[in-house]
């Protein structure tokens, strides 16, 4: 007897499912810091003539002044989206004075909280909110492991494979709920098997001693200066990363069970006060300190491995857009920097992400039962720290499960999502993708993280070691291939167009800054 997938896909099969999946969207985004050529984080301004951190579509920063964000646009095919990618990075290059860019989602050395300097954006309320919503992590989380990068992969389909797989389910609802909904399935789905990610591309198994400073641990010391777990796949995703540690006590309850329920558990957390952050002065010295008191300051406040999203409009509440418009598009957030690719991630990642988000689709998927969140961040929890163990076993519905075990029933699946993908080509790309990161279940040696750990081993150095070798190589190998004039010119324009948006919308404020909050938060 088929399952459920089978006979969605079967269904699928028998359409035009490759011509219609053409039409999706993917984008990338990059984070990547900064750091002085000893591989201190730098604590210069994001460099000039990049254009303006609030304004430029492709070149912004995340919570550092030195963590640099690249932002592709959304393209119906990977390699363009990884040349946007490409090109974009030796645009930044071209830029930097005695910088490089750091290979590795964990950070550099790092001389504590004040050594990793707050993304600046202007002088304009905008730009006010977003230093203070920054200001407000340090207080809350601290600086440290918001200096923590990371690679963002953006996706979306498109009407016409809405249309078609609305048919052949026989959904009868109105097209934008089911979509709506449809993503939010998706978004259970890649949380009850999003271990599978930072298993396989989790890169991110060592830190830097000065990354933990004087706090306890309970990693093995690798050599003199750095820290690691035998059978990690990614800290970065583990318990030490960027996790909101405090959401038990502070009631962060987030419900994926319908779109409704999503944005309603957000609206609690951003709108309900929590006394411990009641204990942080909203101003001192004249500057904003936090947005406000509240469980969360605003909804990107709350970390999630993959997040529903919808185009903002102006500033608009990603709550309220939601409410709006629903659903257009996913992102997927747990993967770390690929250390050993120039751009952090290669198209036959993408490959995979691809498949593994269509077989999330077409995967029948129920509301969460009581204690399956708890189980989805056991499992999280288990694979950053232990992944590669063989005798990892995870927790399935109330049972452990040996994690090669359910990998294997999982790659199974995800298969029908590649024979979907490959139909009618000659010669297929997904299958082969899923095939070389199957190979991985049975021999954790080829992880990134295991590669990593083997690298460091064979070259007898640290991590900071290591992380600096692999970023020299990647600046040599942008160095090697500068951009042509014609597209230099073309990015040194965009750079030139953002300063100009900067400066206008800083001469177009008209209220202050407390009325711009309080616009901000009232809209309804």
């Given amino acids: 007897m088929k399952s459920a997938i089978e006979k969605r896909a079967a269904g699928l099969l028998t359409s035009d499912i490759r011509k219609v999946l053409q039409g999706r969207r993917v984008g990338l985004e990059k984070e990547s ?61 071209s830029k930097l004075d005695n910088e490089i860019l750091w290979a590795t989602s964990m950070p550099c050395v790092v001389e504590g909280d004040a050594s990793i300097p707050i993304a600046q954006y202007g002088t304009s309320n905008a ?7 920054r200001r407000g992590l340090g207080h809350r989380y601290g600086r440290m492991m918001q200096a923590i990068a990371g690679v963002h992969f953006n996706y979306s389909y498109p ?43 989790g890169a991110s198994p060592a830190i830097c001693a000065s990354f933990l400073g004087a706090s306890p641990t309970s990693l093995e010391k690798w050599l003199k200066y750095s820290y690691y777990a035998p059978y990690a796949t990614s800290l970065r995703m583990g318990d030490i990363g960027y996790q909101n ?40 010295d004249g500057e904003w300190q936090q947005l406000n008191a509240n469980i969360l ?16 409009q102006g500033e608009e509440k990603p709550t309220l857009a939601l409410a709006r418009r629903g659903v257009a598009y996913l992102e997927l957030r747990s993967l770390d920097v690929n250390a050993f690719e120039p751009l952090g991630i290669s198209e036959e990642q993408m490959r995979f992400l691809e498949s593994f988000l ?4 077409l995967t029948p998927s129920d509301p969460y039962g009581a204690t399956e ?44 999502a590649c024979d979907l993908l490959d139909k009618g080509t000659r010669q297929p790309t997904y299958g082969p993708a899923l095939k070389r990161q199957h190979a991985k279940i049975a021999d954790p040696d080829l992880t990134p993280s295991a590669r990593m750990l083997a690298d460091m081993a064979d070259h007898g150095e640290e991590f900071y070691h290591f992380a600096l070798r692999k970023s020299r190589e990647h600046q040599q190998w942008f160095a090697e291939r500068p951009l042509s004039a014609e597209e230099l010119a073309g990015f040194e324009e965009t750079a030139r167009i953002s300063i100009e948006k900067q400066h206008e919308i800083e001469r177009s404020d008209n209220v202050s800054f407390e009325t711009f909050m309080q616009n901000y938060f009232a809209q309804a």
């Fill in 33 to 93: 810091l900064r750091v002085a050529v000893d591989g201190g984080i730098a604590q210069t301004p994001h460099p000039r003539g990049l254009g303006s951190a609030l304004t430029h579509p492709s070149i912004t920063t995340d919570y550092s002044e030195a963590l640099i964000e690249l932002v592709t646009p959304p393209f119906h095919h990977f390699c363009d989206t990884l040349k946007f990618l490409d090109d974009t990075q030796r645009f930044v290059y």
């Fill in 127 to 133: 730009a006010k909110m977003k230093t203070a919503y």
């Fill in 159 to 201: 009407d016409e494979f809405w249309q078609l797989f609305q048919a052949e389910l026989g959904d009868e609802h109105d097209t934008r709920g089911f979509i709506s909904e449809s993503y939010l399935g998706m978004v259970r789905n890649l949380q009850r098997y999003g271990w599978l990610v930072p298993y396989l591309f």
């Fill in 245 to 284: 540690n405090k959401g038990g006590e502070a009631g962060i309850k987030v419900n994926y069970n319908s779109l409704r329920d999503y944005i309603d558990s957000l609206t609690y957390a951003i709108s309900t006060p929590y006394p411990e952050y009641q204990k942080i002065r909203l101003i001192e």
């Fill in 297 to 312: 300051q605003i909804e990107n406040e709350y970390y999630s491995s993959v997040r529903p999203k919808q185009i903002l």
């Fill in 358 to 361: 269509l077989f999330s689709l």
């Fill in 373 to 416: 969140l708890d189980e989805i961040r056991h499992n999280i929890n288990a694979v950053a720290e232990r992944g590669r163990d063989p005798a990892l076993r995870l927790r399935r519905a109330g049972r452990d499960i040996l994690l090669r075990d359910w990998a294997n029933q999982i790659f199974e699946q995800i298969s029908l």
